[in-house]
C-alpha cells in the first residue's frame, strides 16, 4: 500500500442515513434505479404510497452511496447525483451518508465504478443462484483503500477529467448520430421526388438455400440487433444440436428479423459471418441487378422504411411478426445504378468520420477501467 494510504472497512467511513420516510397513500415518490456495472443511479417512475407493500422509503441526498443487495455484486453500487437529490429507493437500496471528513463523495463515487470493488462485494455475496445477496452489515466490511484526503481529492478530479472527456465525446458521437439519420432522411425524401418507385418483390431475391446440417459439425449462428445496430455472431453451436430446418446466410445478403422488423432489426450479413445459419425467422436476400447492395441498406435504414415494417408486421403482443407478403409490396426508389453508387459513396464518407469518433470513445472507455485499476493501487 503507497505511504499514508490504508485499507479500511466501508463501515468505518460511512454512516447508515436516518433519511427514512413513511409512506403516505397518496402521495408520489420518485425513485431511484441503479443500473450494473457501474453504470451509476437514474431516475425511475414515480410510485404512489398505496402502490407499494413498502412501509418506508430512504430519501437519498447528493453524495449518498447506495446499493441493489442482489446485483451489488454486479456493480450495482453507486453515488447519488445532484439531478436526483431527494428522490427515493426502496429499503432494497440500503442509504448511507459517507463521513466527509474522512472520505470524499468523489472517491467513492469512482471506486463503485471499479472491478476491484465489485469483486470484494462479490465476495461477501451468499444466497442460491440469482438471489445472492449482501446484508448491509455485511456490505459495511468490505474493505477499501484510503488515502489522506487531498489525495483522494486529487485523484478523483484527475478521473473526473478522465471521465469527461468521454462524456464529450459520446455526447458528440450521439450529436453525429442524430446529425446522419437527418441527414439520411433528407437525401431519401429528395430520392423519393426524382426517381420512380419499385416493390420488393422486383428488387429483393429469397435466399432459401437449406443447409445440409452435420451432427459433429461447429456452426455460426447470426442475430440481428434492433435500430439497426448491426449483424452479429449470437454463437457456435453443435449440428446435432440444432433443432429445426437452417438456411446459410451469404457475405452482403440482406437479413431480416421477422419478429423484430418492426424494431429496426436487419442489415447486411457481414464477411465473418458468410456460411453462418439461420432459422427461418430470419428471411435472407441478395439485390438483383437493379439494386447495389449498399444502397438498399441506406434504404432500409429511413424513418420510411421502419415506418413501412410496422404497417407489415401483425399479431397479438409478444407475437407480431412481419407478413412477408405485405413486406414484398412494399416501394423504395430506385435510381439507376451511377446515381446509387454516388449515394453510397457520400454516406460511406459520413460513416467513416463516425467510426473515427467510435474509435476515440472505444480507446477511451478501454482505458478508463485500467486506469480505476492503477488509481486505487495508488499509481496514478
Aim: overall charge positive.
Amino acid at each position: 500500500m503507497k505511504n499514508g494510504w490504508k485499507m479500511v472497512k466501508l463501515g468505518e467511513v460511512l454512516r447508515p442515513s436516518e433519511n427514512q420516510v413513511s409512506i403516505t397513500p397518496f402521495e408520489n415518490y420518485p425513485q431511484i434505479g441503479v443500473r450494473l456495472w457501474g453504470e451509476g443511479a437514474y431516475a425511475r417512475e414515480d410510485v404512489l404510497g398505496s402502490e407499494t407493500q413498502y412501509k418506508f422509503f430512504y430519501k437519498a441526498e447528493k453524495g449518498d452511496l447506495t446499493f441493489n443487495k442482489i446485483w451489488v455484486r454486479n456493480g450495482a453500487v453507486t453515488v447519488i447525483p445532484e439531478t436526483l437529490h431527494g428522490f427515493y429507493v426502496s429499503p432494497e437500496f440500503p442509504v448511507y451518508h459517507p463521513e466527509k471528513d474522512i472520505v470524499s463523495s468523489d472517491w467513492l463515487y469512482f471506486l463503485t465504478k471499479s472491478k476491484f470493488f465489485w469483486d470484494r462485494c462479490n465476495e461477501k455475496a451468499f444466497g442460491t443462484s440469482g438471489k445472492n445477496r449482501v446484508k448491509p452489515s455485511v456490505f459495511l466490511q468490505v474493505e477499501i483503500p484510503l488515502p489522506p484526503l487531498t489525495e483522494q481529492q486529487r485523484i478523483a478530479g484527475r478521473l473526473a477529467a478522465l471521465k469527461g472527456k468521454m462524456d464529450a465525446v459520446r455526447a458528440l458521437r450521439g450529436e453525429q448520430e442524430k446529425e446522419l439519420a437527418s441527414f439520411r432522411n433528407g437525401l431519401f425524401k429528395q430520392i423519393c421526388n426524382i426517381y420512380p418507385m419499385a416493390a420488393l418483390n422486383e428488387v429483393l431475391i429469397p435466399n432459401r438455400e437449406v443447409v445440409a446440417i452435420e451432427a459433429e459439425r461447429d456452426y455460426k449462428q447470426i442475430t440481428v440487433k434492433m435500430q439497426h445496430k448491426g449483424v452479429i455472431l449470437r454463437g457456435m453451436i453443435k449440428g446435432g444440436e440444432v433443432g429445426s430446418v437452417q438456411f446459410r446466410a451469404k457475405e452482403g445478403d440482406f437479413i431480416i428479423s421477422k419478429i423484430d422488423a418492426r424494431n429496426g432489426a436487419m442489415g447486411l450479413v457481414p464477411k465473418e459471418l458468410h456460411n453462418a445459419i439461420v432459422t427461418n425467422d430470419f428471411p435472407l436476400f441478395s439485390c438483383s441487378d437493379k439494386c447495389l447492395s449498399k444502397y438498399f441498406e441506406f434504404v432500409s435504414n429511413t424513418e420510411y422504411f421502419d415506418q413501412k415494417c410496422i404497417e407489415s408486421s401483425e399479431g397479438t403482443t409478444n407475437r407480431v411478426r412481419l407478413k412477408m407478403d405485405r413486406f414484398g409490396n412494399i416501394e423504395i426508389p430506385l435510381p439507376p445504378l451511377s446515381e446509387q453508387k454516388r449515394v453510397v459513396e457520400i454516406l460511406e464518407k459520413m460513416e467513416q468520420l463516425k467510426a473515427v469518433q467510435a474509435g476515440q470513445l472505444a480507446g477511451l472507455e478501454g482505458l478508463f477501467p485500467a486506469v480505476l485499476e492503477r488509481a486505487f493501487r495508488g499509481e496514478w
